[in-house]
Every structure is written in C-alpha cells, then in structure tokens.
C-alpha cells in the first residue's frame, strides 16, 4: 500500500483565500498600471500614441500569461481561451498568451507521487514496472508522466493537482476580475461570455471518472477507424483524481505549422471530419479544441486527447441543428428566423428584417455554403470573434441568446474554427460536410472520405 496517506508538507497548491489575495493583488497591479497608461497617454504627442499603445498592450500580456501560467486551474484555462480564440490580436500579444498553450509549471515531484499512490491505492513500484517522475506534459488542471505497466503496456498517467478543485472554485468566483483583465487585451469586445462558458463546464473536468466514461465512448467508436485515434482508458489503473490511457506518439500542433500546406490540410479535414461525424452520428461533441489537444502524424493522422469537456446530445437538439444549417444555406429566411426564436437562439420580435437576421447568422456557416475549395484564415477567425463577442457595435447580438444546447458547441465556431484558420486549411468542406449530415448522407469526396466509407462498412458488417 501506499506509505504516506499525508500530503507532503508545504508542496499543496494555495489556499482560496490565497488565491482570491493573488487575483485581487494581480487586478490591482494592473488597474494601476492602465491609469498610469491613460495618464502617460494624454501628454504623450498623437504621432505616438499608437506605439505608446501597443508597448502597453504587450506588456500587459506578458504579464497576464505569467500570472495565469503560475496559477493553474480556471485562470489558466481562461488565459488558454483567449489565447487562441482571434488571430486579429498583435503579435506580441499572441506570442504571450501563446505561452499559455504550453506545458505549465509542473508540481515537484513526490507531490505528484503521493496523488497517484494516494488515489490508486498501492506504492508506484506495484503499479508500474517503470514510471518517469519528470512530467512530458502540464496543463491547468493535472499533469502527465510516462509509464510502463507490469504486463508491458506503454501508457501514460494524468494526474491532477491535490487541492485544484478548491482552486478552481475560487477562479470561479474570480472569473469577474480575470474579465476585466481579458479586456485590456481585447479591447471592445464583451469578455463576460469567456467567463460564462467557462463556469458552465470548468467543473467537469475535475472528475476523472466521468472523463474515463467519455474517452471510452470516442474510443470504441472509432476503434479501427483509419487516420482517427483515440486512445484507450486502463480502468485498473485510474480513478476520480488518475486516468491512465495508452501512450501515442506524434507531433504537436506548433510543429504541424511548419509540415507543408498538404500536410496542413490533411490534418485540417481529420479535425473537421472527427468533430462533425461525432456529432451528428455519435451526439457527442469534445468541448475542448485546444492546441494541446491533439498529436499529428504524417497523412493526416491524428490522435485526439482530453475528453474531459464532453457534451452529450439528444436527437431532437442535433435534428435541430440539422434544421438550422438547411434553413440557412437555402436561404429560407423567414423559416430560419423562426428557427433561431423557436430554439431561443433569438429572442422573439427582435427589430431587425428576416434579411437582417440571416445575414448575419450567415457568416457563422459560411465555411459550409459553397460547393468550392474554400480556405479559412485569419480574418474569418477575427470576424468570428467580433460576431460572437462584440456587443458594442454588433446590434443583433444585444437580441441573441445562447441556450444549454449551444452554450459548448460554440466551441466550434470559437476553437475548431480558429485552429483551421491558423493551418489556413483549404478544402470542399461543403461536401465533406455532407458525407456526414445525416439528412445528406453523401457519397465520399476526398481520399479520406473513401478510407472512412470503407471504415465504416466494415462497422457495420461486425455489427
């Protein structure tokens, strides 16, 4: 059995009040300094303003990644979002936040040690014939080491920081004062919504267990599937706080930016293709399309990872979907809006035309509208943003709502959509698309779609 049920002296991570104090101290800091800017500012000559500006925006930025990145937990996360949410940010801003989709600091190793000897029960050498103590990955929420179990699988072990769950509901408090913080380094637009998703889903993530039950779902589903993998859970050797998965090798997103542009594409349409069948043909979207998230091989192998925001559908919510997309590219513009008030995606007798209102829904599926190569960059992502976001200059947002049924799919249009514009991926996603909308059901139109027919015959044969 383990030999020490007490957590190792002085290695716990801070204490809410202490959290709460760092925030507060954090938002202070940076209240003053924006004074201090404003003030500088007004006796600063208008030829450099701008400059004097964007020093500041920068500086701001760094400081907030370095804050965020020691912090851990909701915080982080949040900082995470942002960090690749609009490629219309300057670029010593998004090399900052950038920062944050790294690895983290990790916790010292006998802390990590006791967590996992102190949620699986038995000393490390009865649960692994080799375990590395130096982590090959840190995030918000927990870490992960290599190791080989004693029937010889390569697996690797996630484990999450004691004490991150009091953490995280003191971010949750907090997530106020992180948003006035996100809107020194976005400036205009509303960062309330970052803060509401977050606290809508945040939690989730601390159960491991639940995180098991959805990888174990994405896993037997696309088991054999061609360029899809997911990796599969070791339930003997995981529990609420410790998930272990089988190891896979690849490269990660910063290094399929410098693959070639075929590469890029391949890789894109494996992300598309995963997220789209898994949603309307599984019900299940993977809520957390981060950089992190994925491991790249050539031919646009991918491995997807972090199953912990997992958001289940039922029929009626993906049929109206379904509705929403037919509607829209077929310019039934009455029917549309009376979509959007019927689901309460708009609020009834909002005073703008059918024309209006379509038009500017139009731009959120404009990826999907013409039967075309069609490449996503940095000004879709930007324009996405700003239409999600902006409630100062985007009137019809002010009569918008986002129900439970979207309030994560729109991590689609905000993450999946924003990593494609960063690969400037191109590709018919028209008719990709309609391979895998149930209601068109389409024959295969790239290579990949031959691969993924044949996958699934096979499926269907077994079944």
């Known amino acids: 059995m383990s030999s020490s049920g007490k957590d190792p002296k002085g290695l716990r991570l801070t204490s809410r009040f202490q959290r709460n104090k760092s925030v507060a101290q954090m938002t202070a800091r940076f209240g003053a300094a924006a004074a201090a800017h404003k003030a500088r500012r007004a006796v600063t000559p208008k030829a450099r303003r701008e400059e004097l500006d964007a020093e500041f925006q920068a ?6 990644a370095d804050e965020l990145g020691e912090m851990k937990g909701a915080l982080m996360k949040l900082g995470q979002m942002a960090s690749y949410l609009d490629d219309g940010l300057p670029e010593p801003v998004k090399l900052a936040l950038g920062q944050l ?21 038995y000393d490390l050498d009865s649960l692994f014939s080799s375990y590395s103590p130096e982590p090959i990955a840190a995030a918000s929420i ?11 699988r390569e697996v690797v072990v996630k484990v999450q920081y004691p004490g991150i769950d009091e953490a995280i509901a003191a971010d949750l408090d907090n997530t106020d004062l992180v948003g006035r913080l996100m809107a020194m380094i976005f400036p205009g637009l509303d960062p309330g919504p970052l803060a509401k998703e977050l606290k809508l889903r945040i939690g989730e993530e601390l159960d491991y267990e ?29 529990s609420g706080r410790v998930l272990t998965t089988e ?46 998230n994925y491991l790249f091989r050539p031919g646009g192998q991918v491995t997807f990872l972090d199953f912990g925001l997992v958001r289940r559908f039922d029929e009626d919510e993906t049929e109206f979907f379904g509705q929403l997309i037919q509607t829209v590219l077929a310019d039934k513009k009455s029917a549309f809006r009376k979509a959007l008030e019927g689901g309460e995606l ?18 959120f599926y404009e990826i999907v509208r013409h039967d075309g190569p069609t490449t996503l960059d940095a000004e879709y992502a930007s324009e996405t943003l700003r239409r999600t976001f902006d409630h100062k200059t985007n009137e019809i947002l002010k009569y918008a709502n986002v129900p439970p049924s979207f309030a994560l799919i729109q991590r689609i249009n905000l993450g999946l959509y924003a990593l494609l514009a960063h690969l400037e991926a191109t590709a018919n996603w028209r008719r990709i698309a309609g391979e895998l909308w149930p209601w068109v059901d389409g024959e295969p139109s790239t290579p990949k779609g031959v691969e993924e027919a044949e996958w699934l015959r096979g499926k269907l044969d077994q079944s």
């Open 59 to 64: 500086r701001t930025a760094q400081q907030v």
């Open 101 to 121: 989709q790294q690895d983290a600091p990790p916790m010292e190793p006998a802390l990590a040690r006791w967590a996992i000897e102190r949620e699986l029960g």
């Open 142 to 152: 927990g870490q992960v080491h290599r190791a080989t179990t004693h029937d010889g």
């Open 210 to 238: 639940l995180e098991a039950d959805n990888q174990r779902l994405f896993a037997d589903f696309y088991r054999d599937h061609p360029f899809i993998h997911v990796p599969e859970v070791c339930d003997d050797l995981s």
């Open 247 to 292: 190891f896979a090798e690849g490269a990660r997103f910063s290094e399929l930016e410098t693959w070639s542009q075929d590469e890029q594409n391949q890789a894109a349409e494996t992300m598309f293709r995963f997220v789209f069948r898994s949603l309307y043909r599984l019900r299940a979207f993977n809520g957390d399309p981060h950089p992190g």
């Open 346 to 363: 708009l609020r009834t007798g909002a005073p703008f035309s059918d024309d209006e209102i379509h038009d500017w829904f139009l731009h």
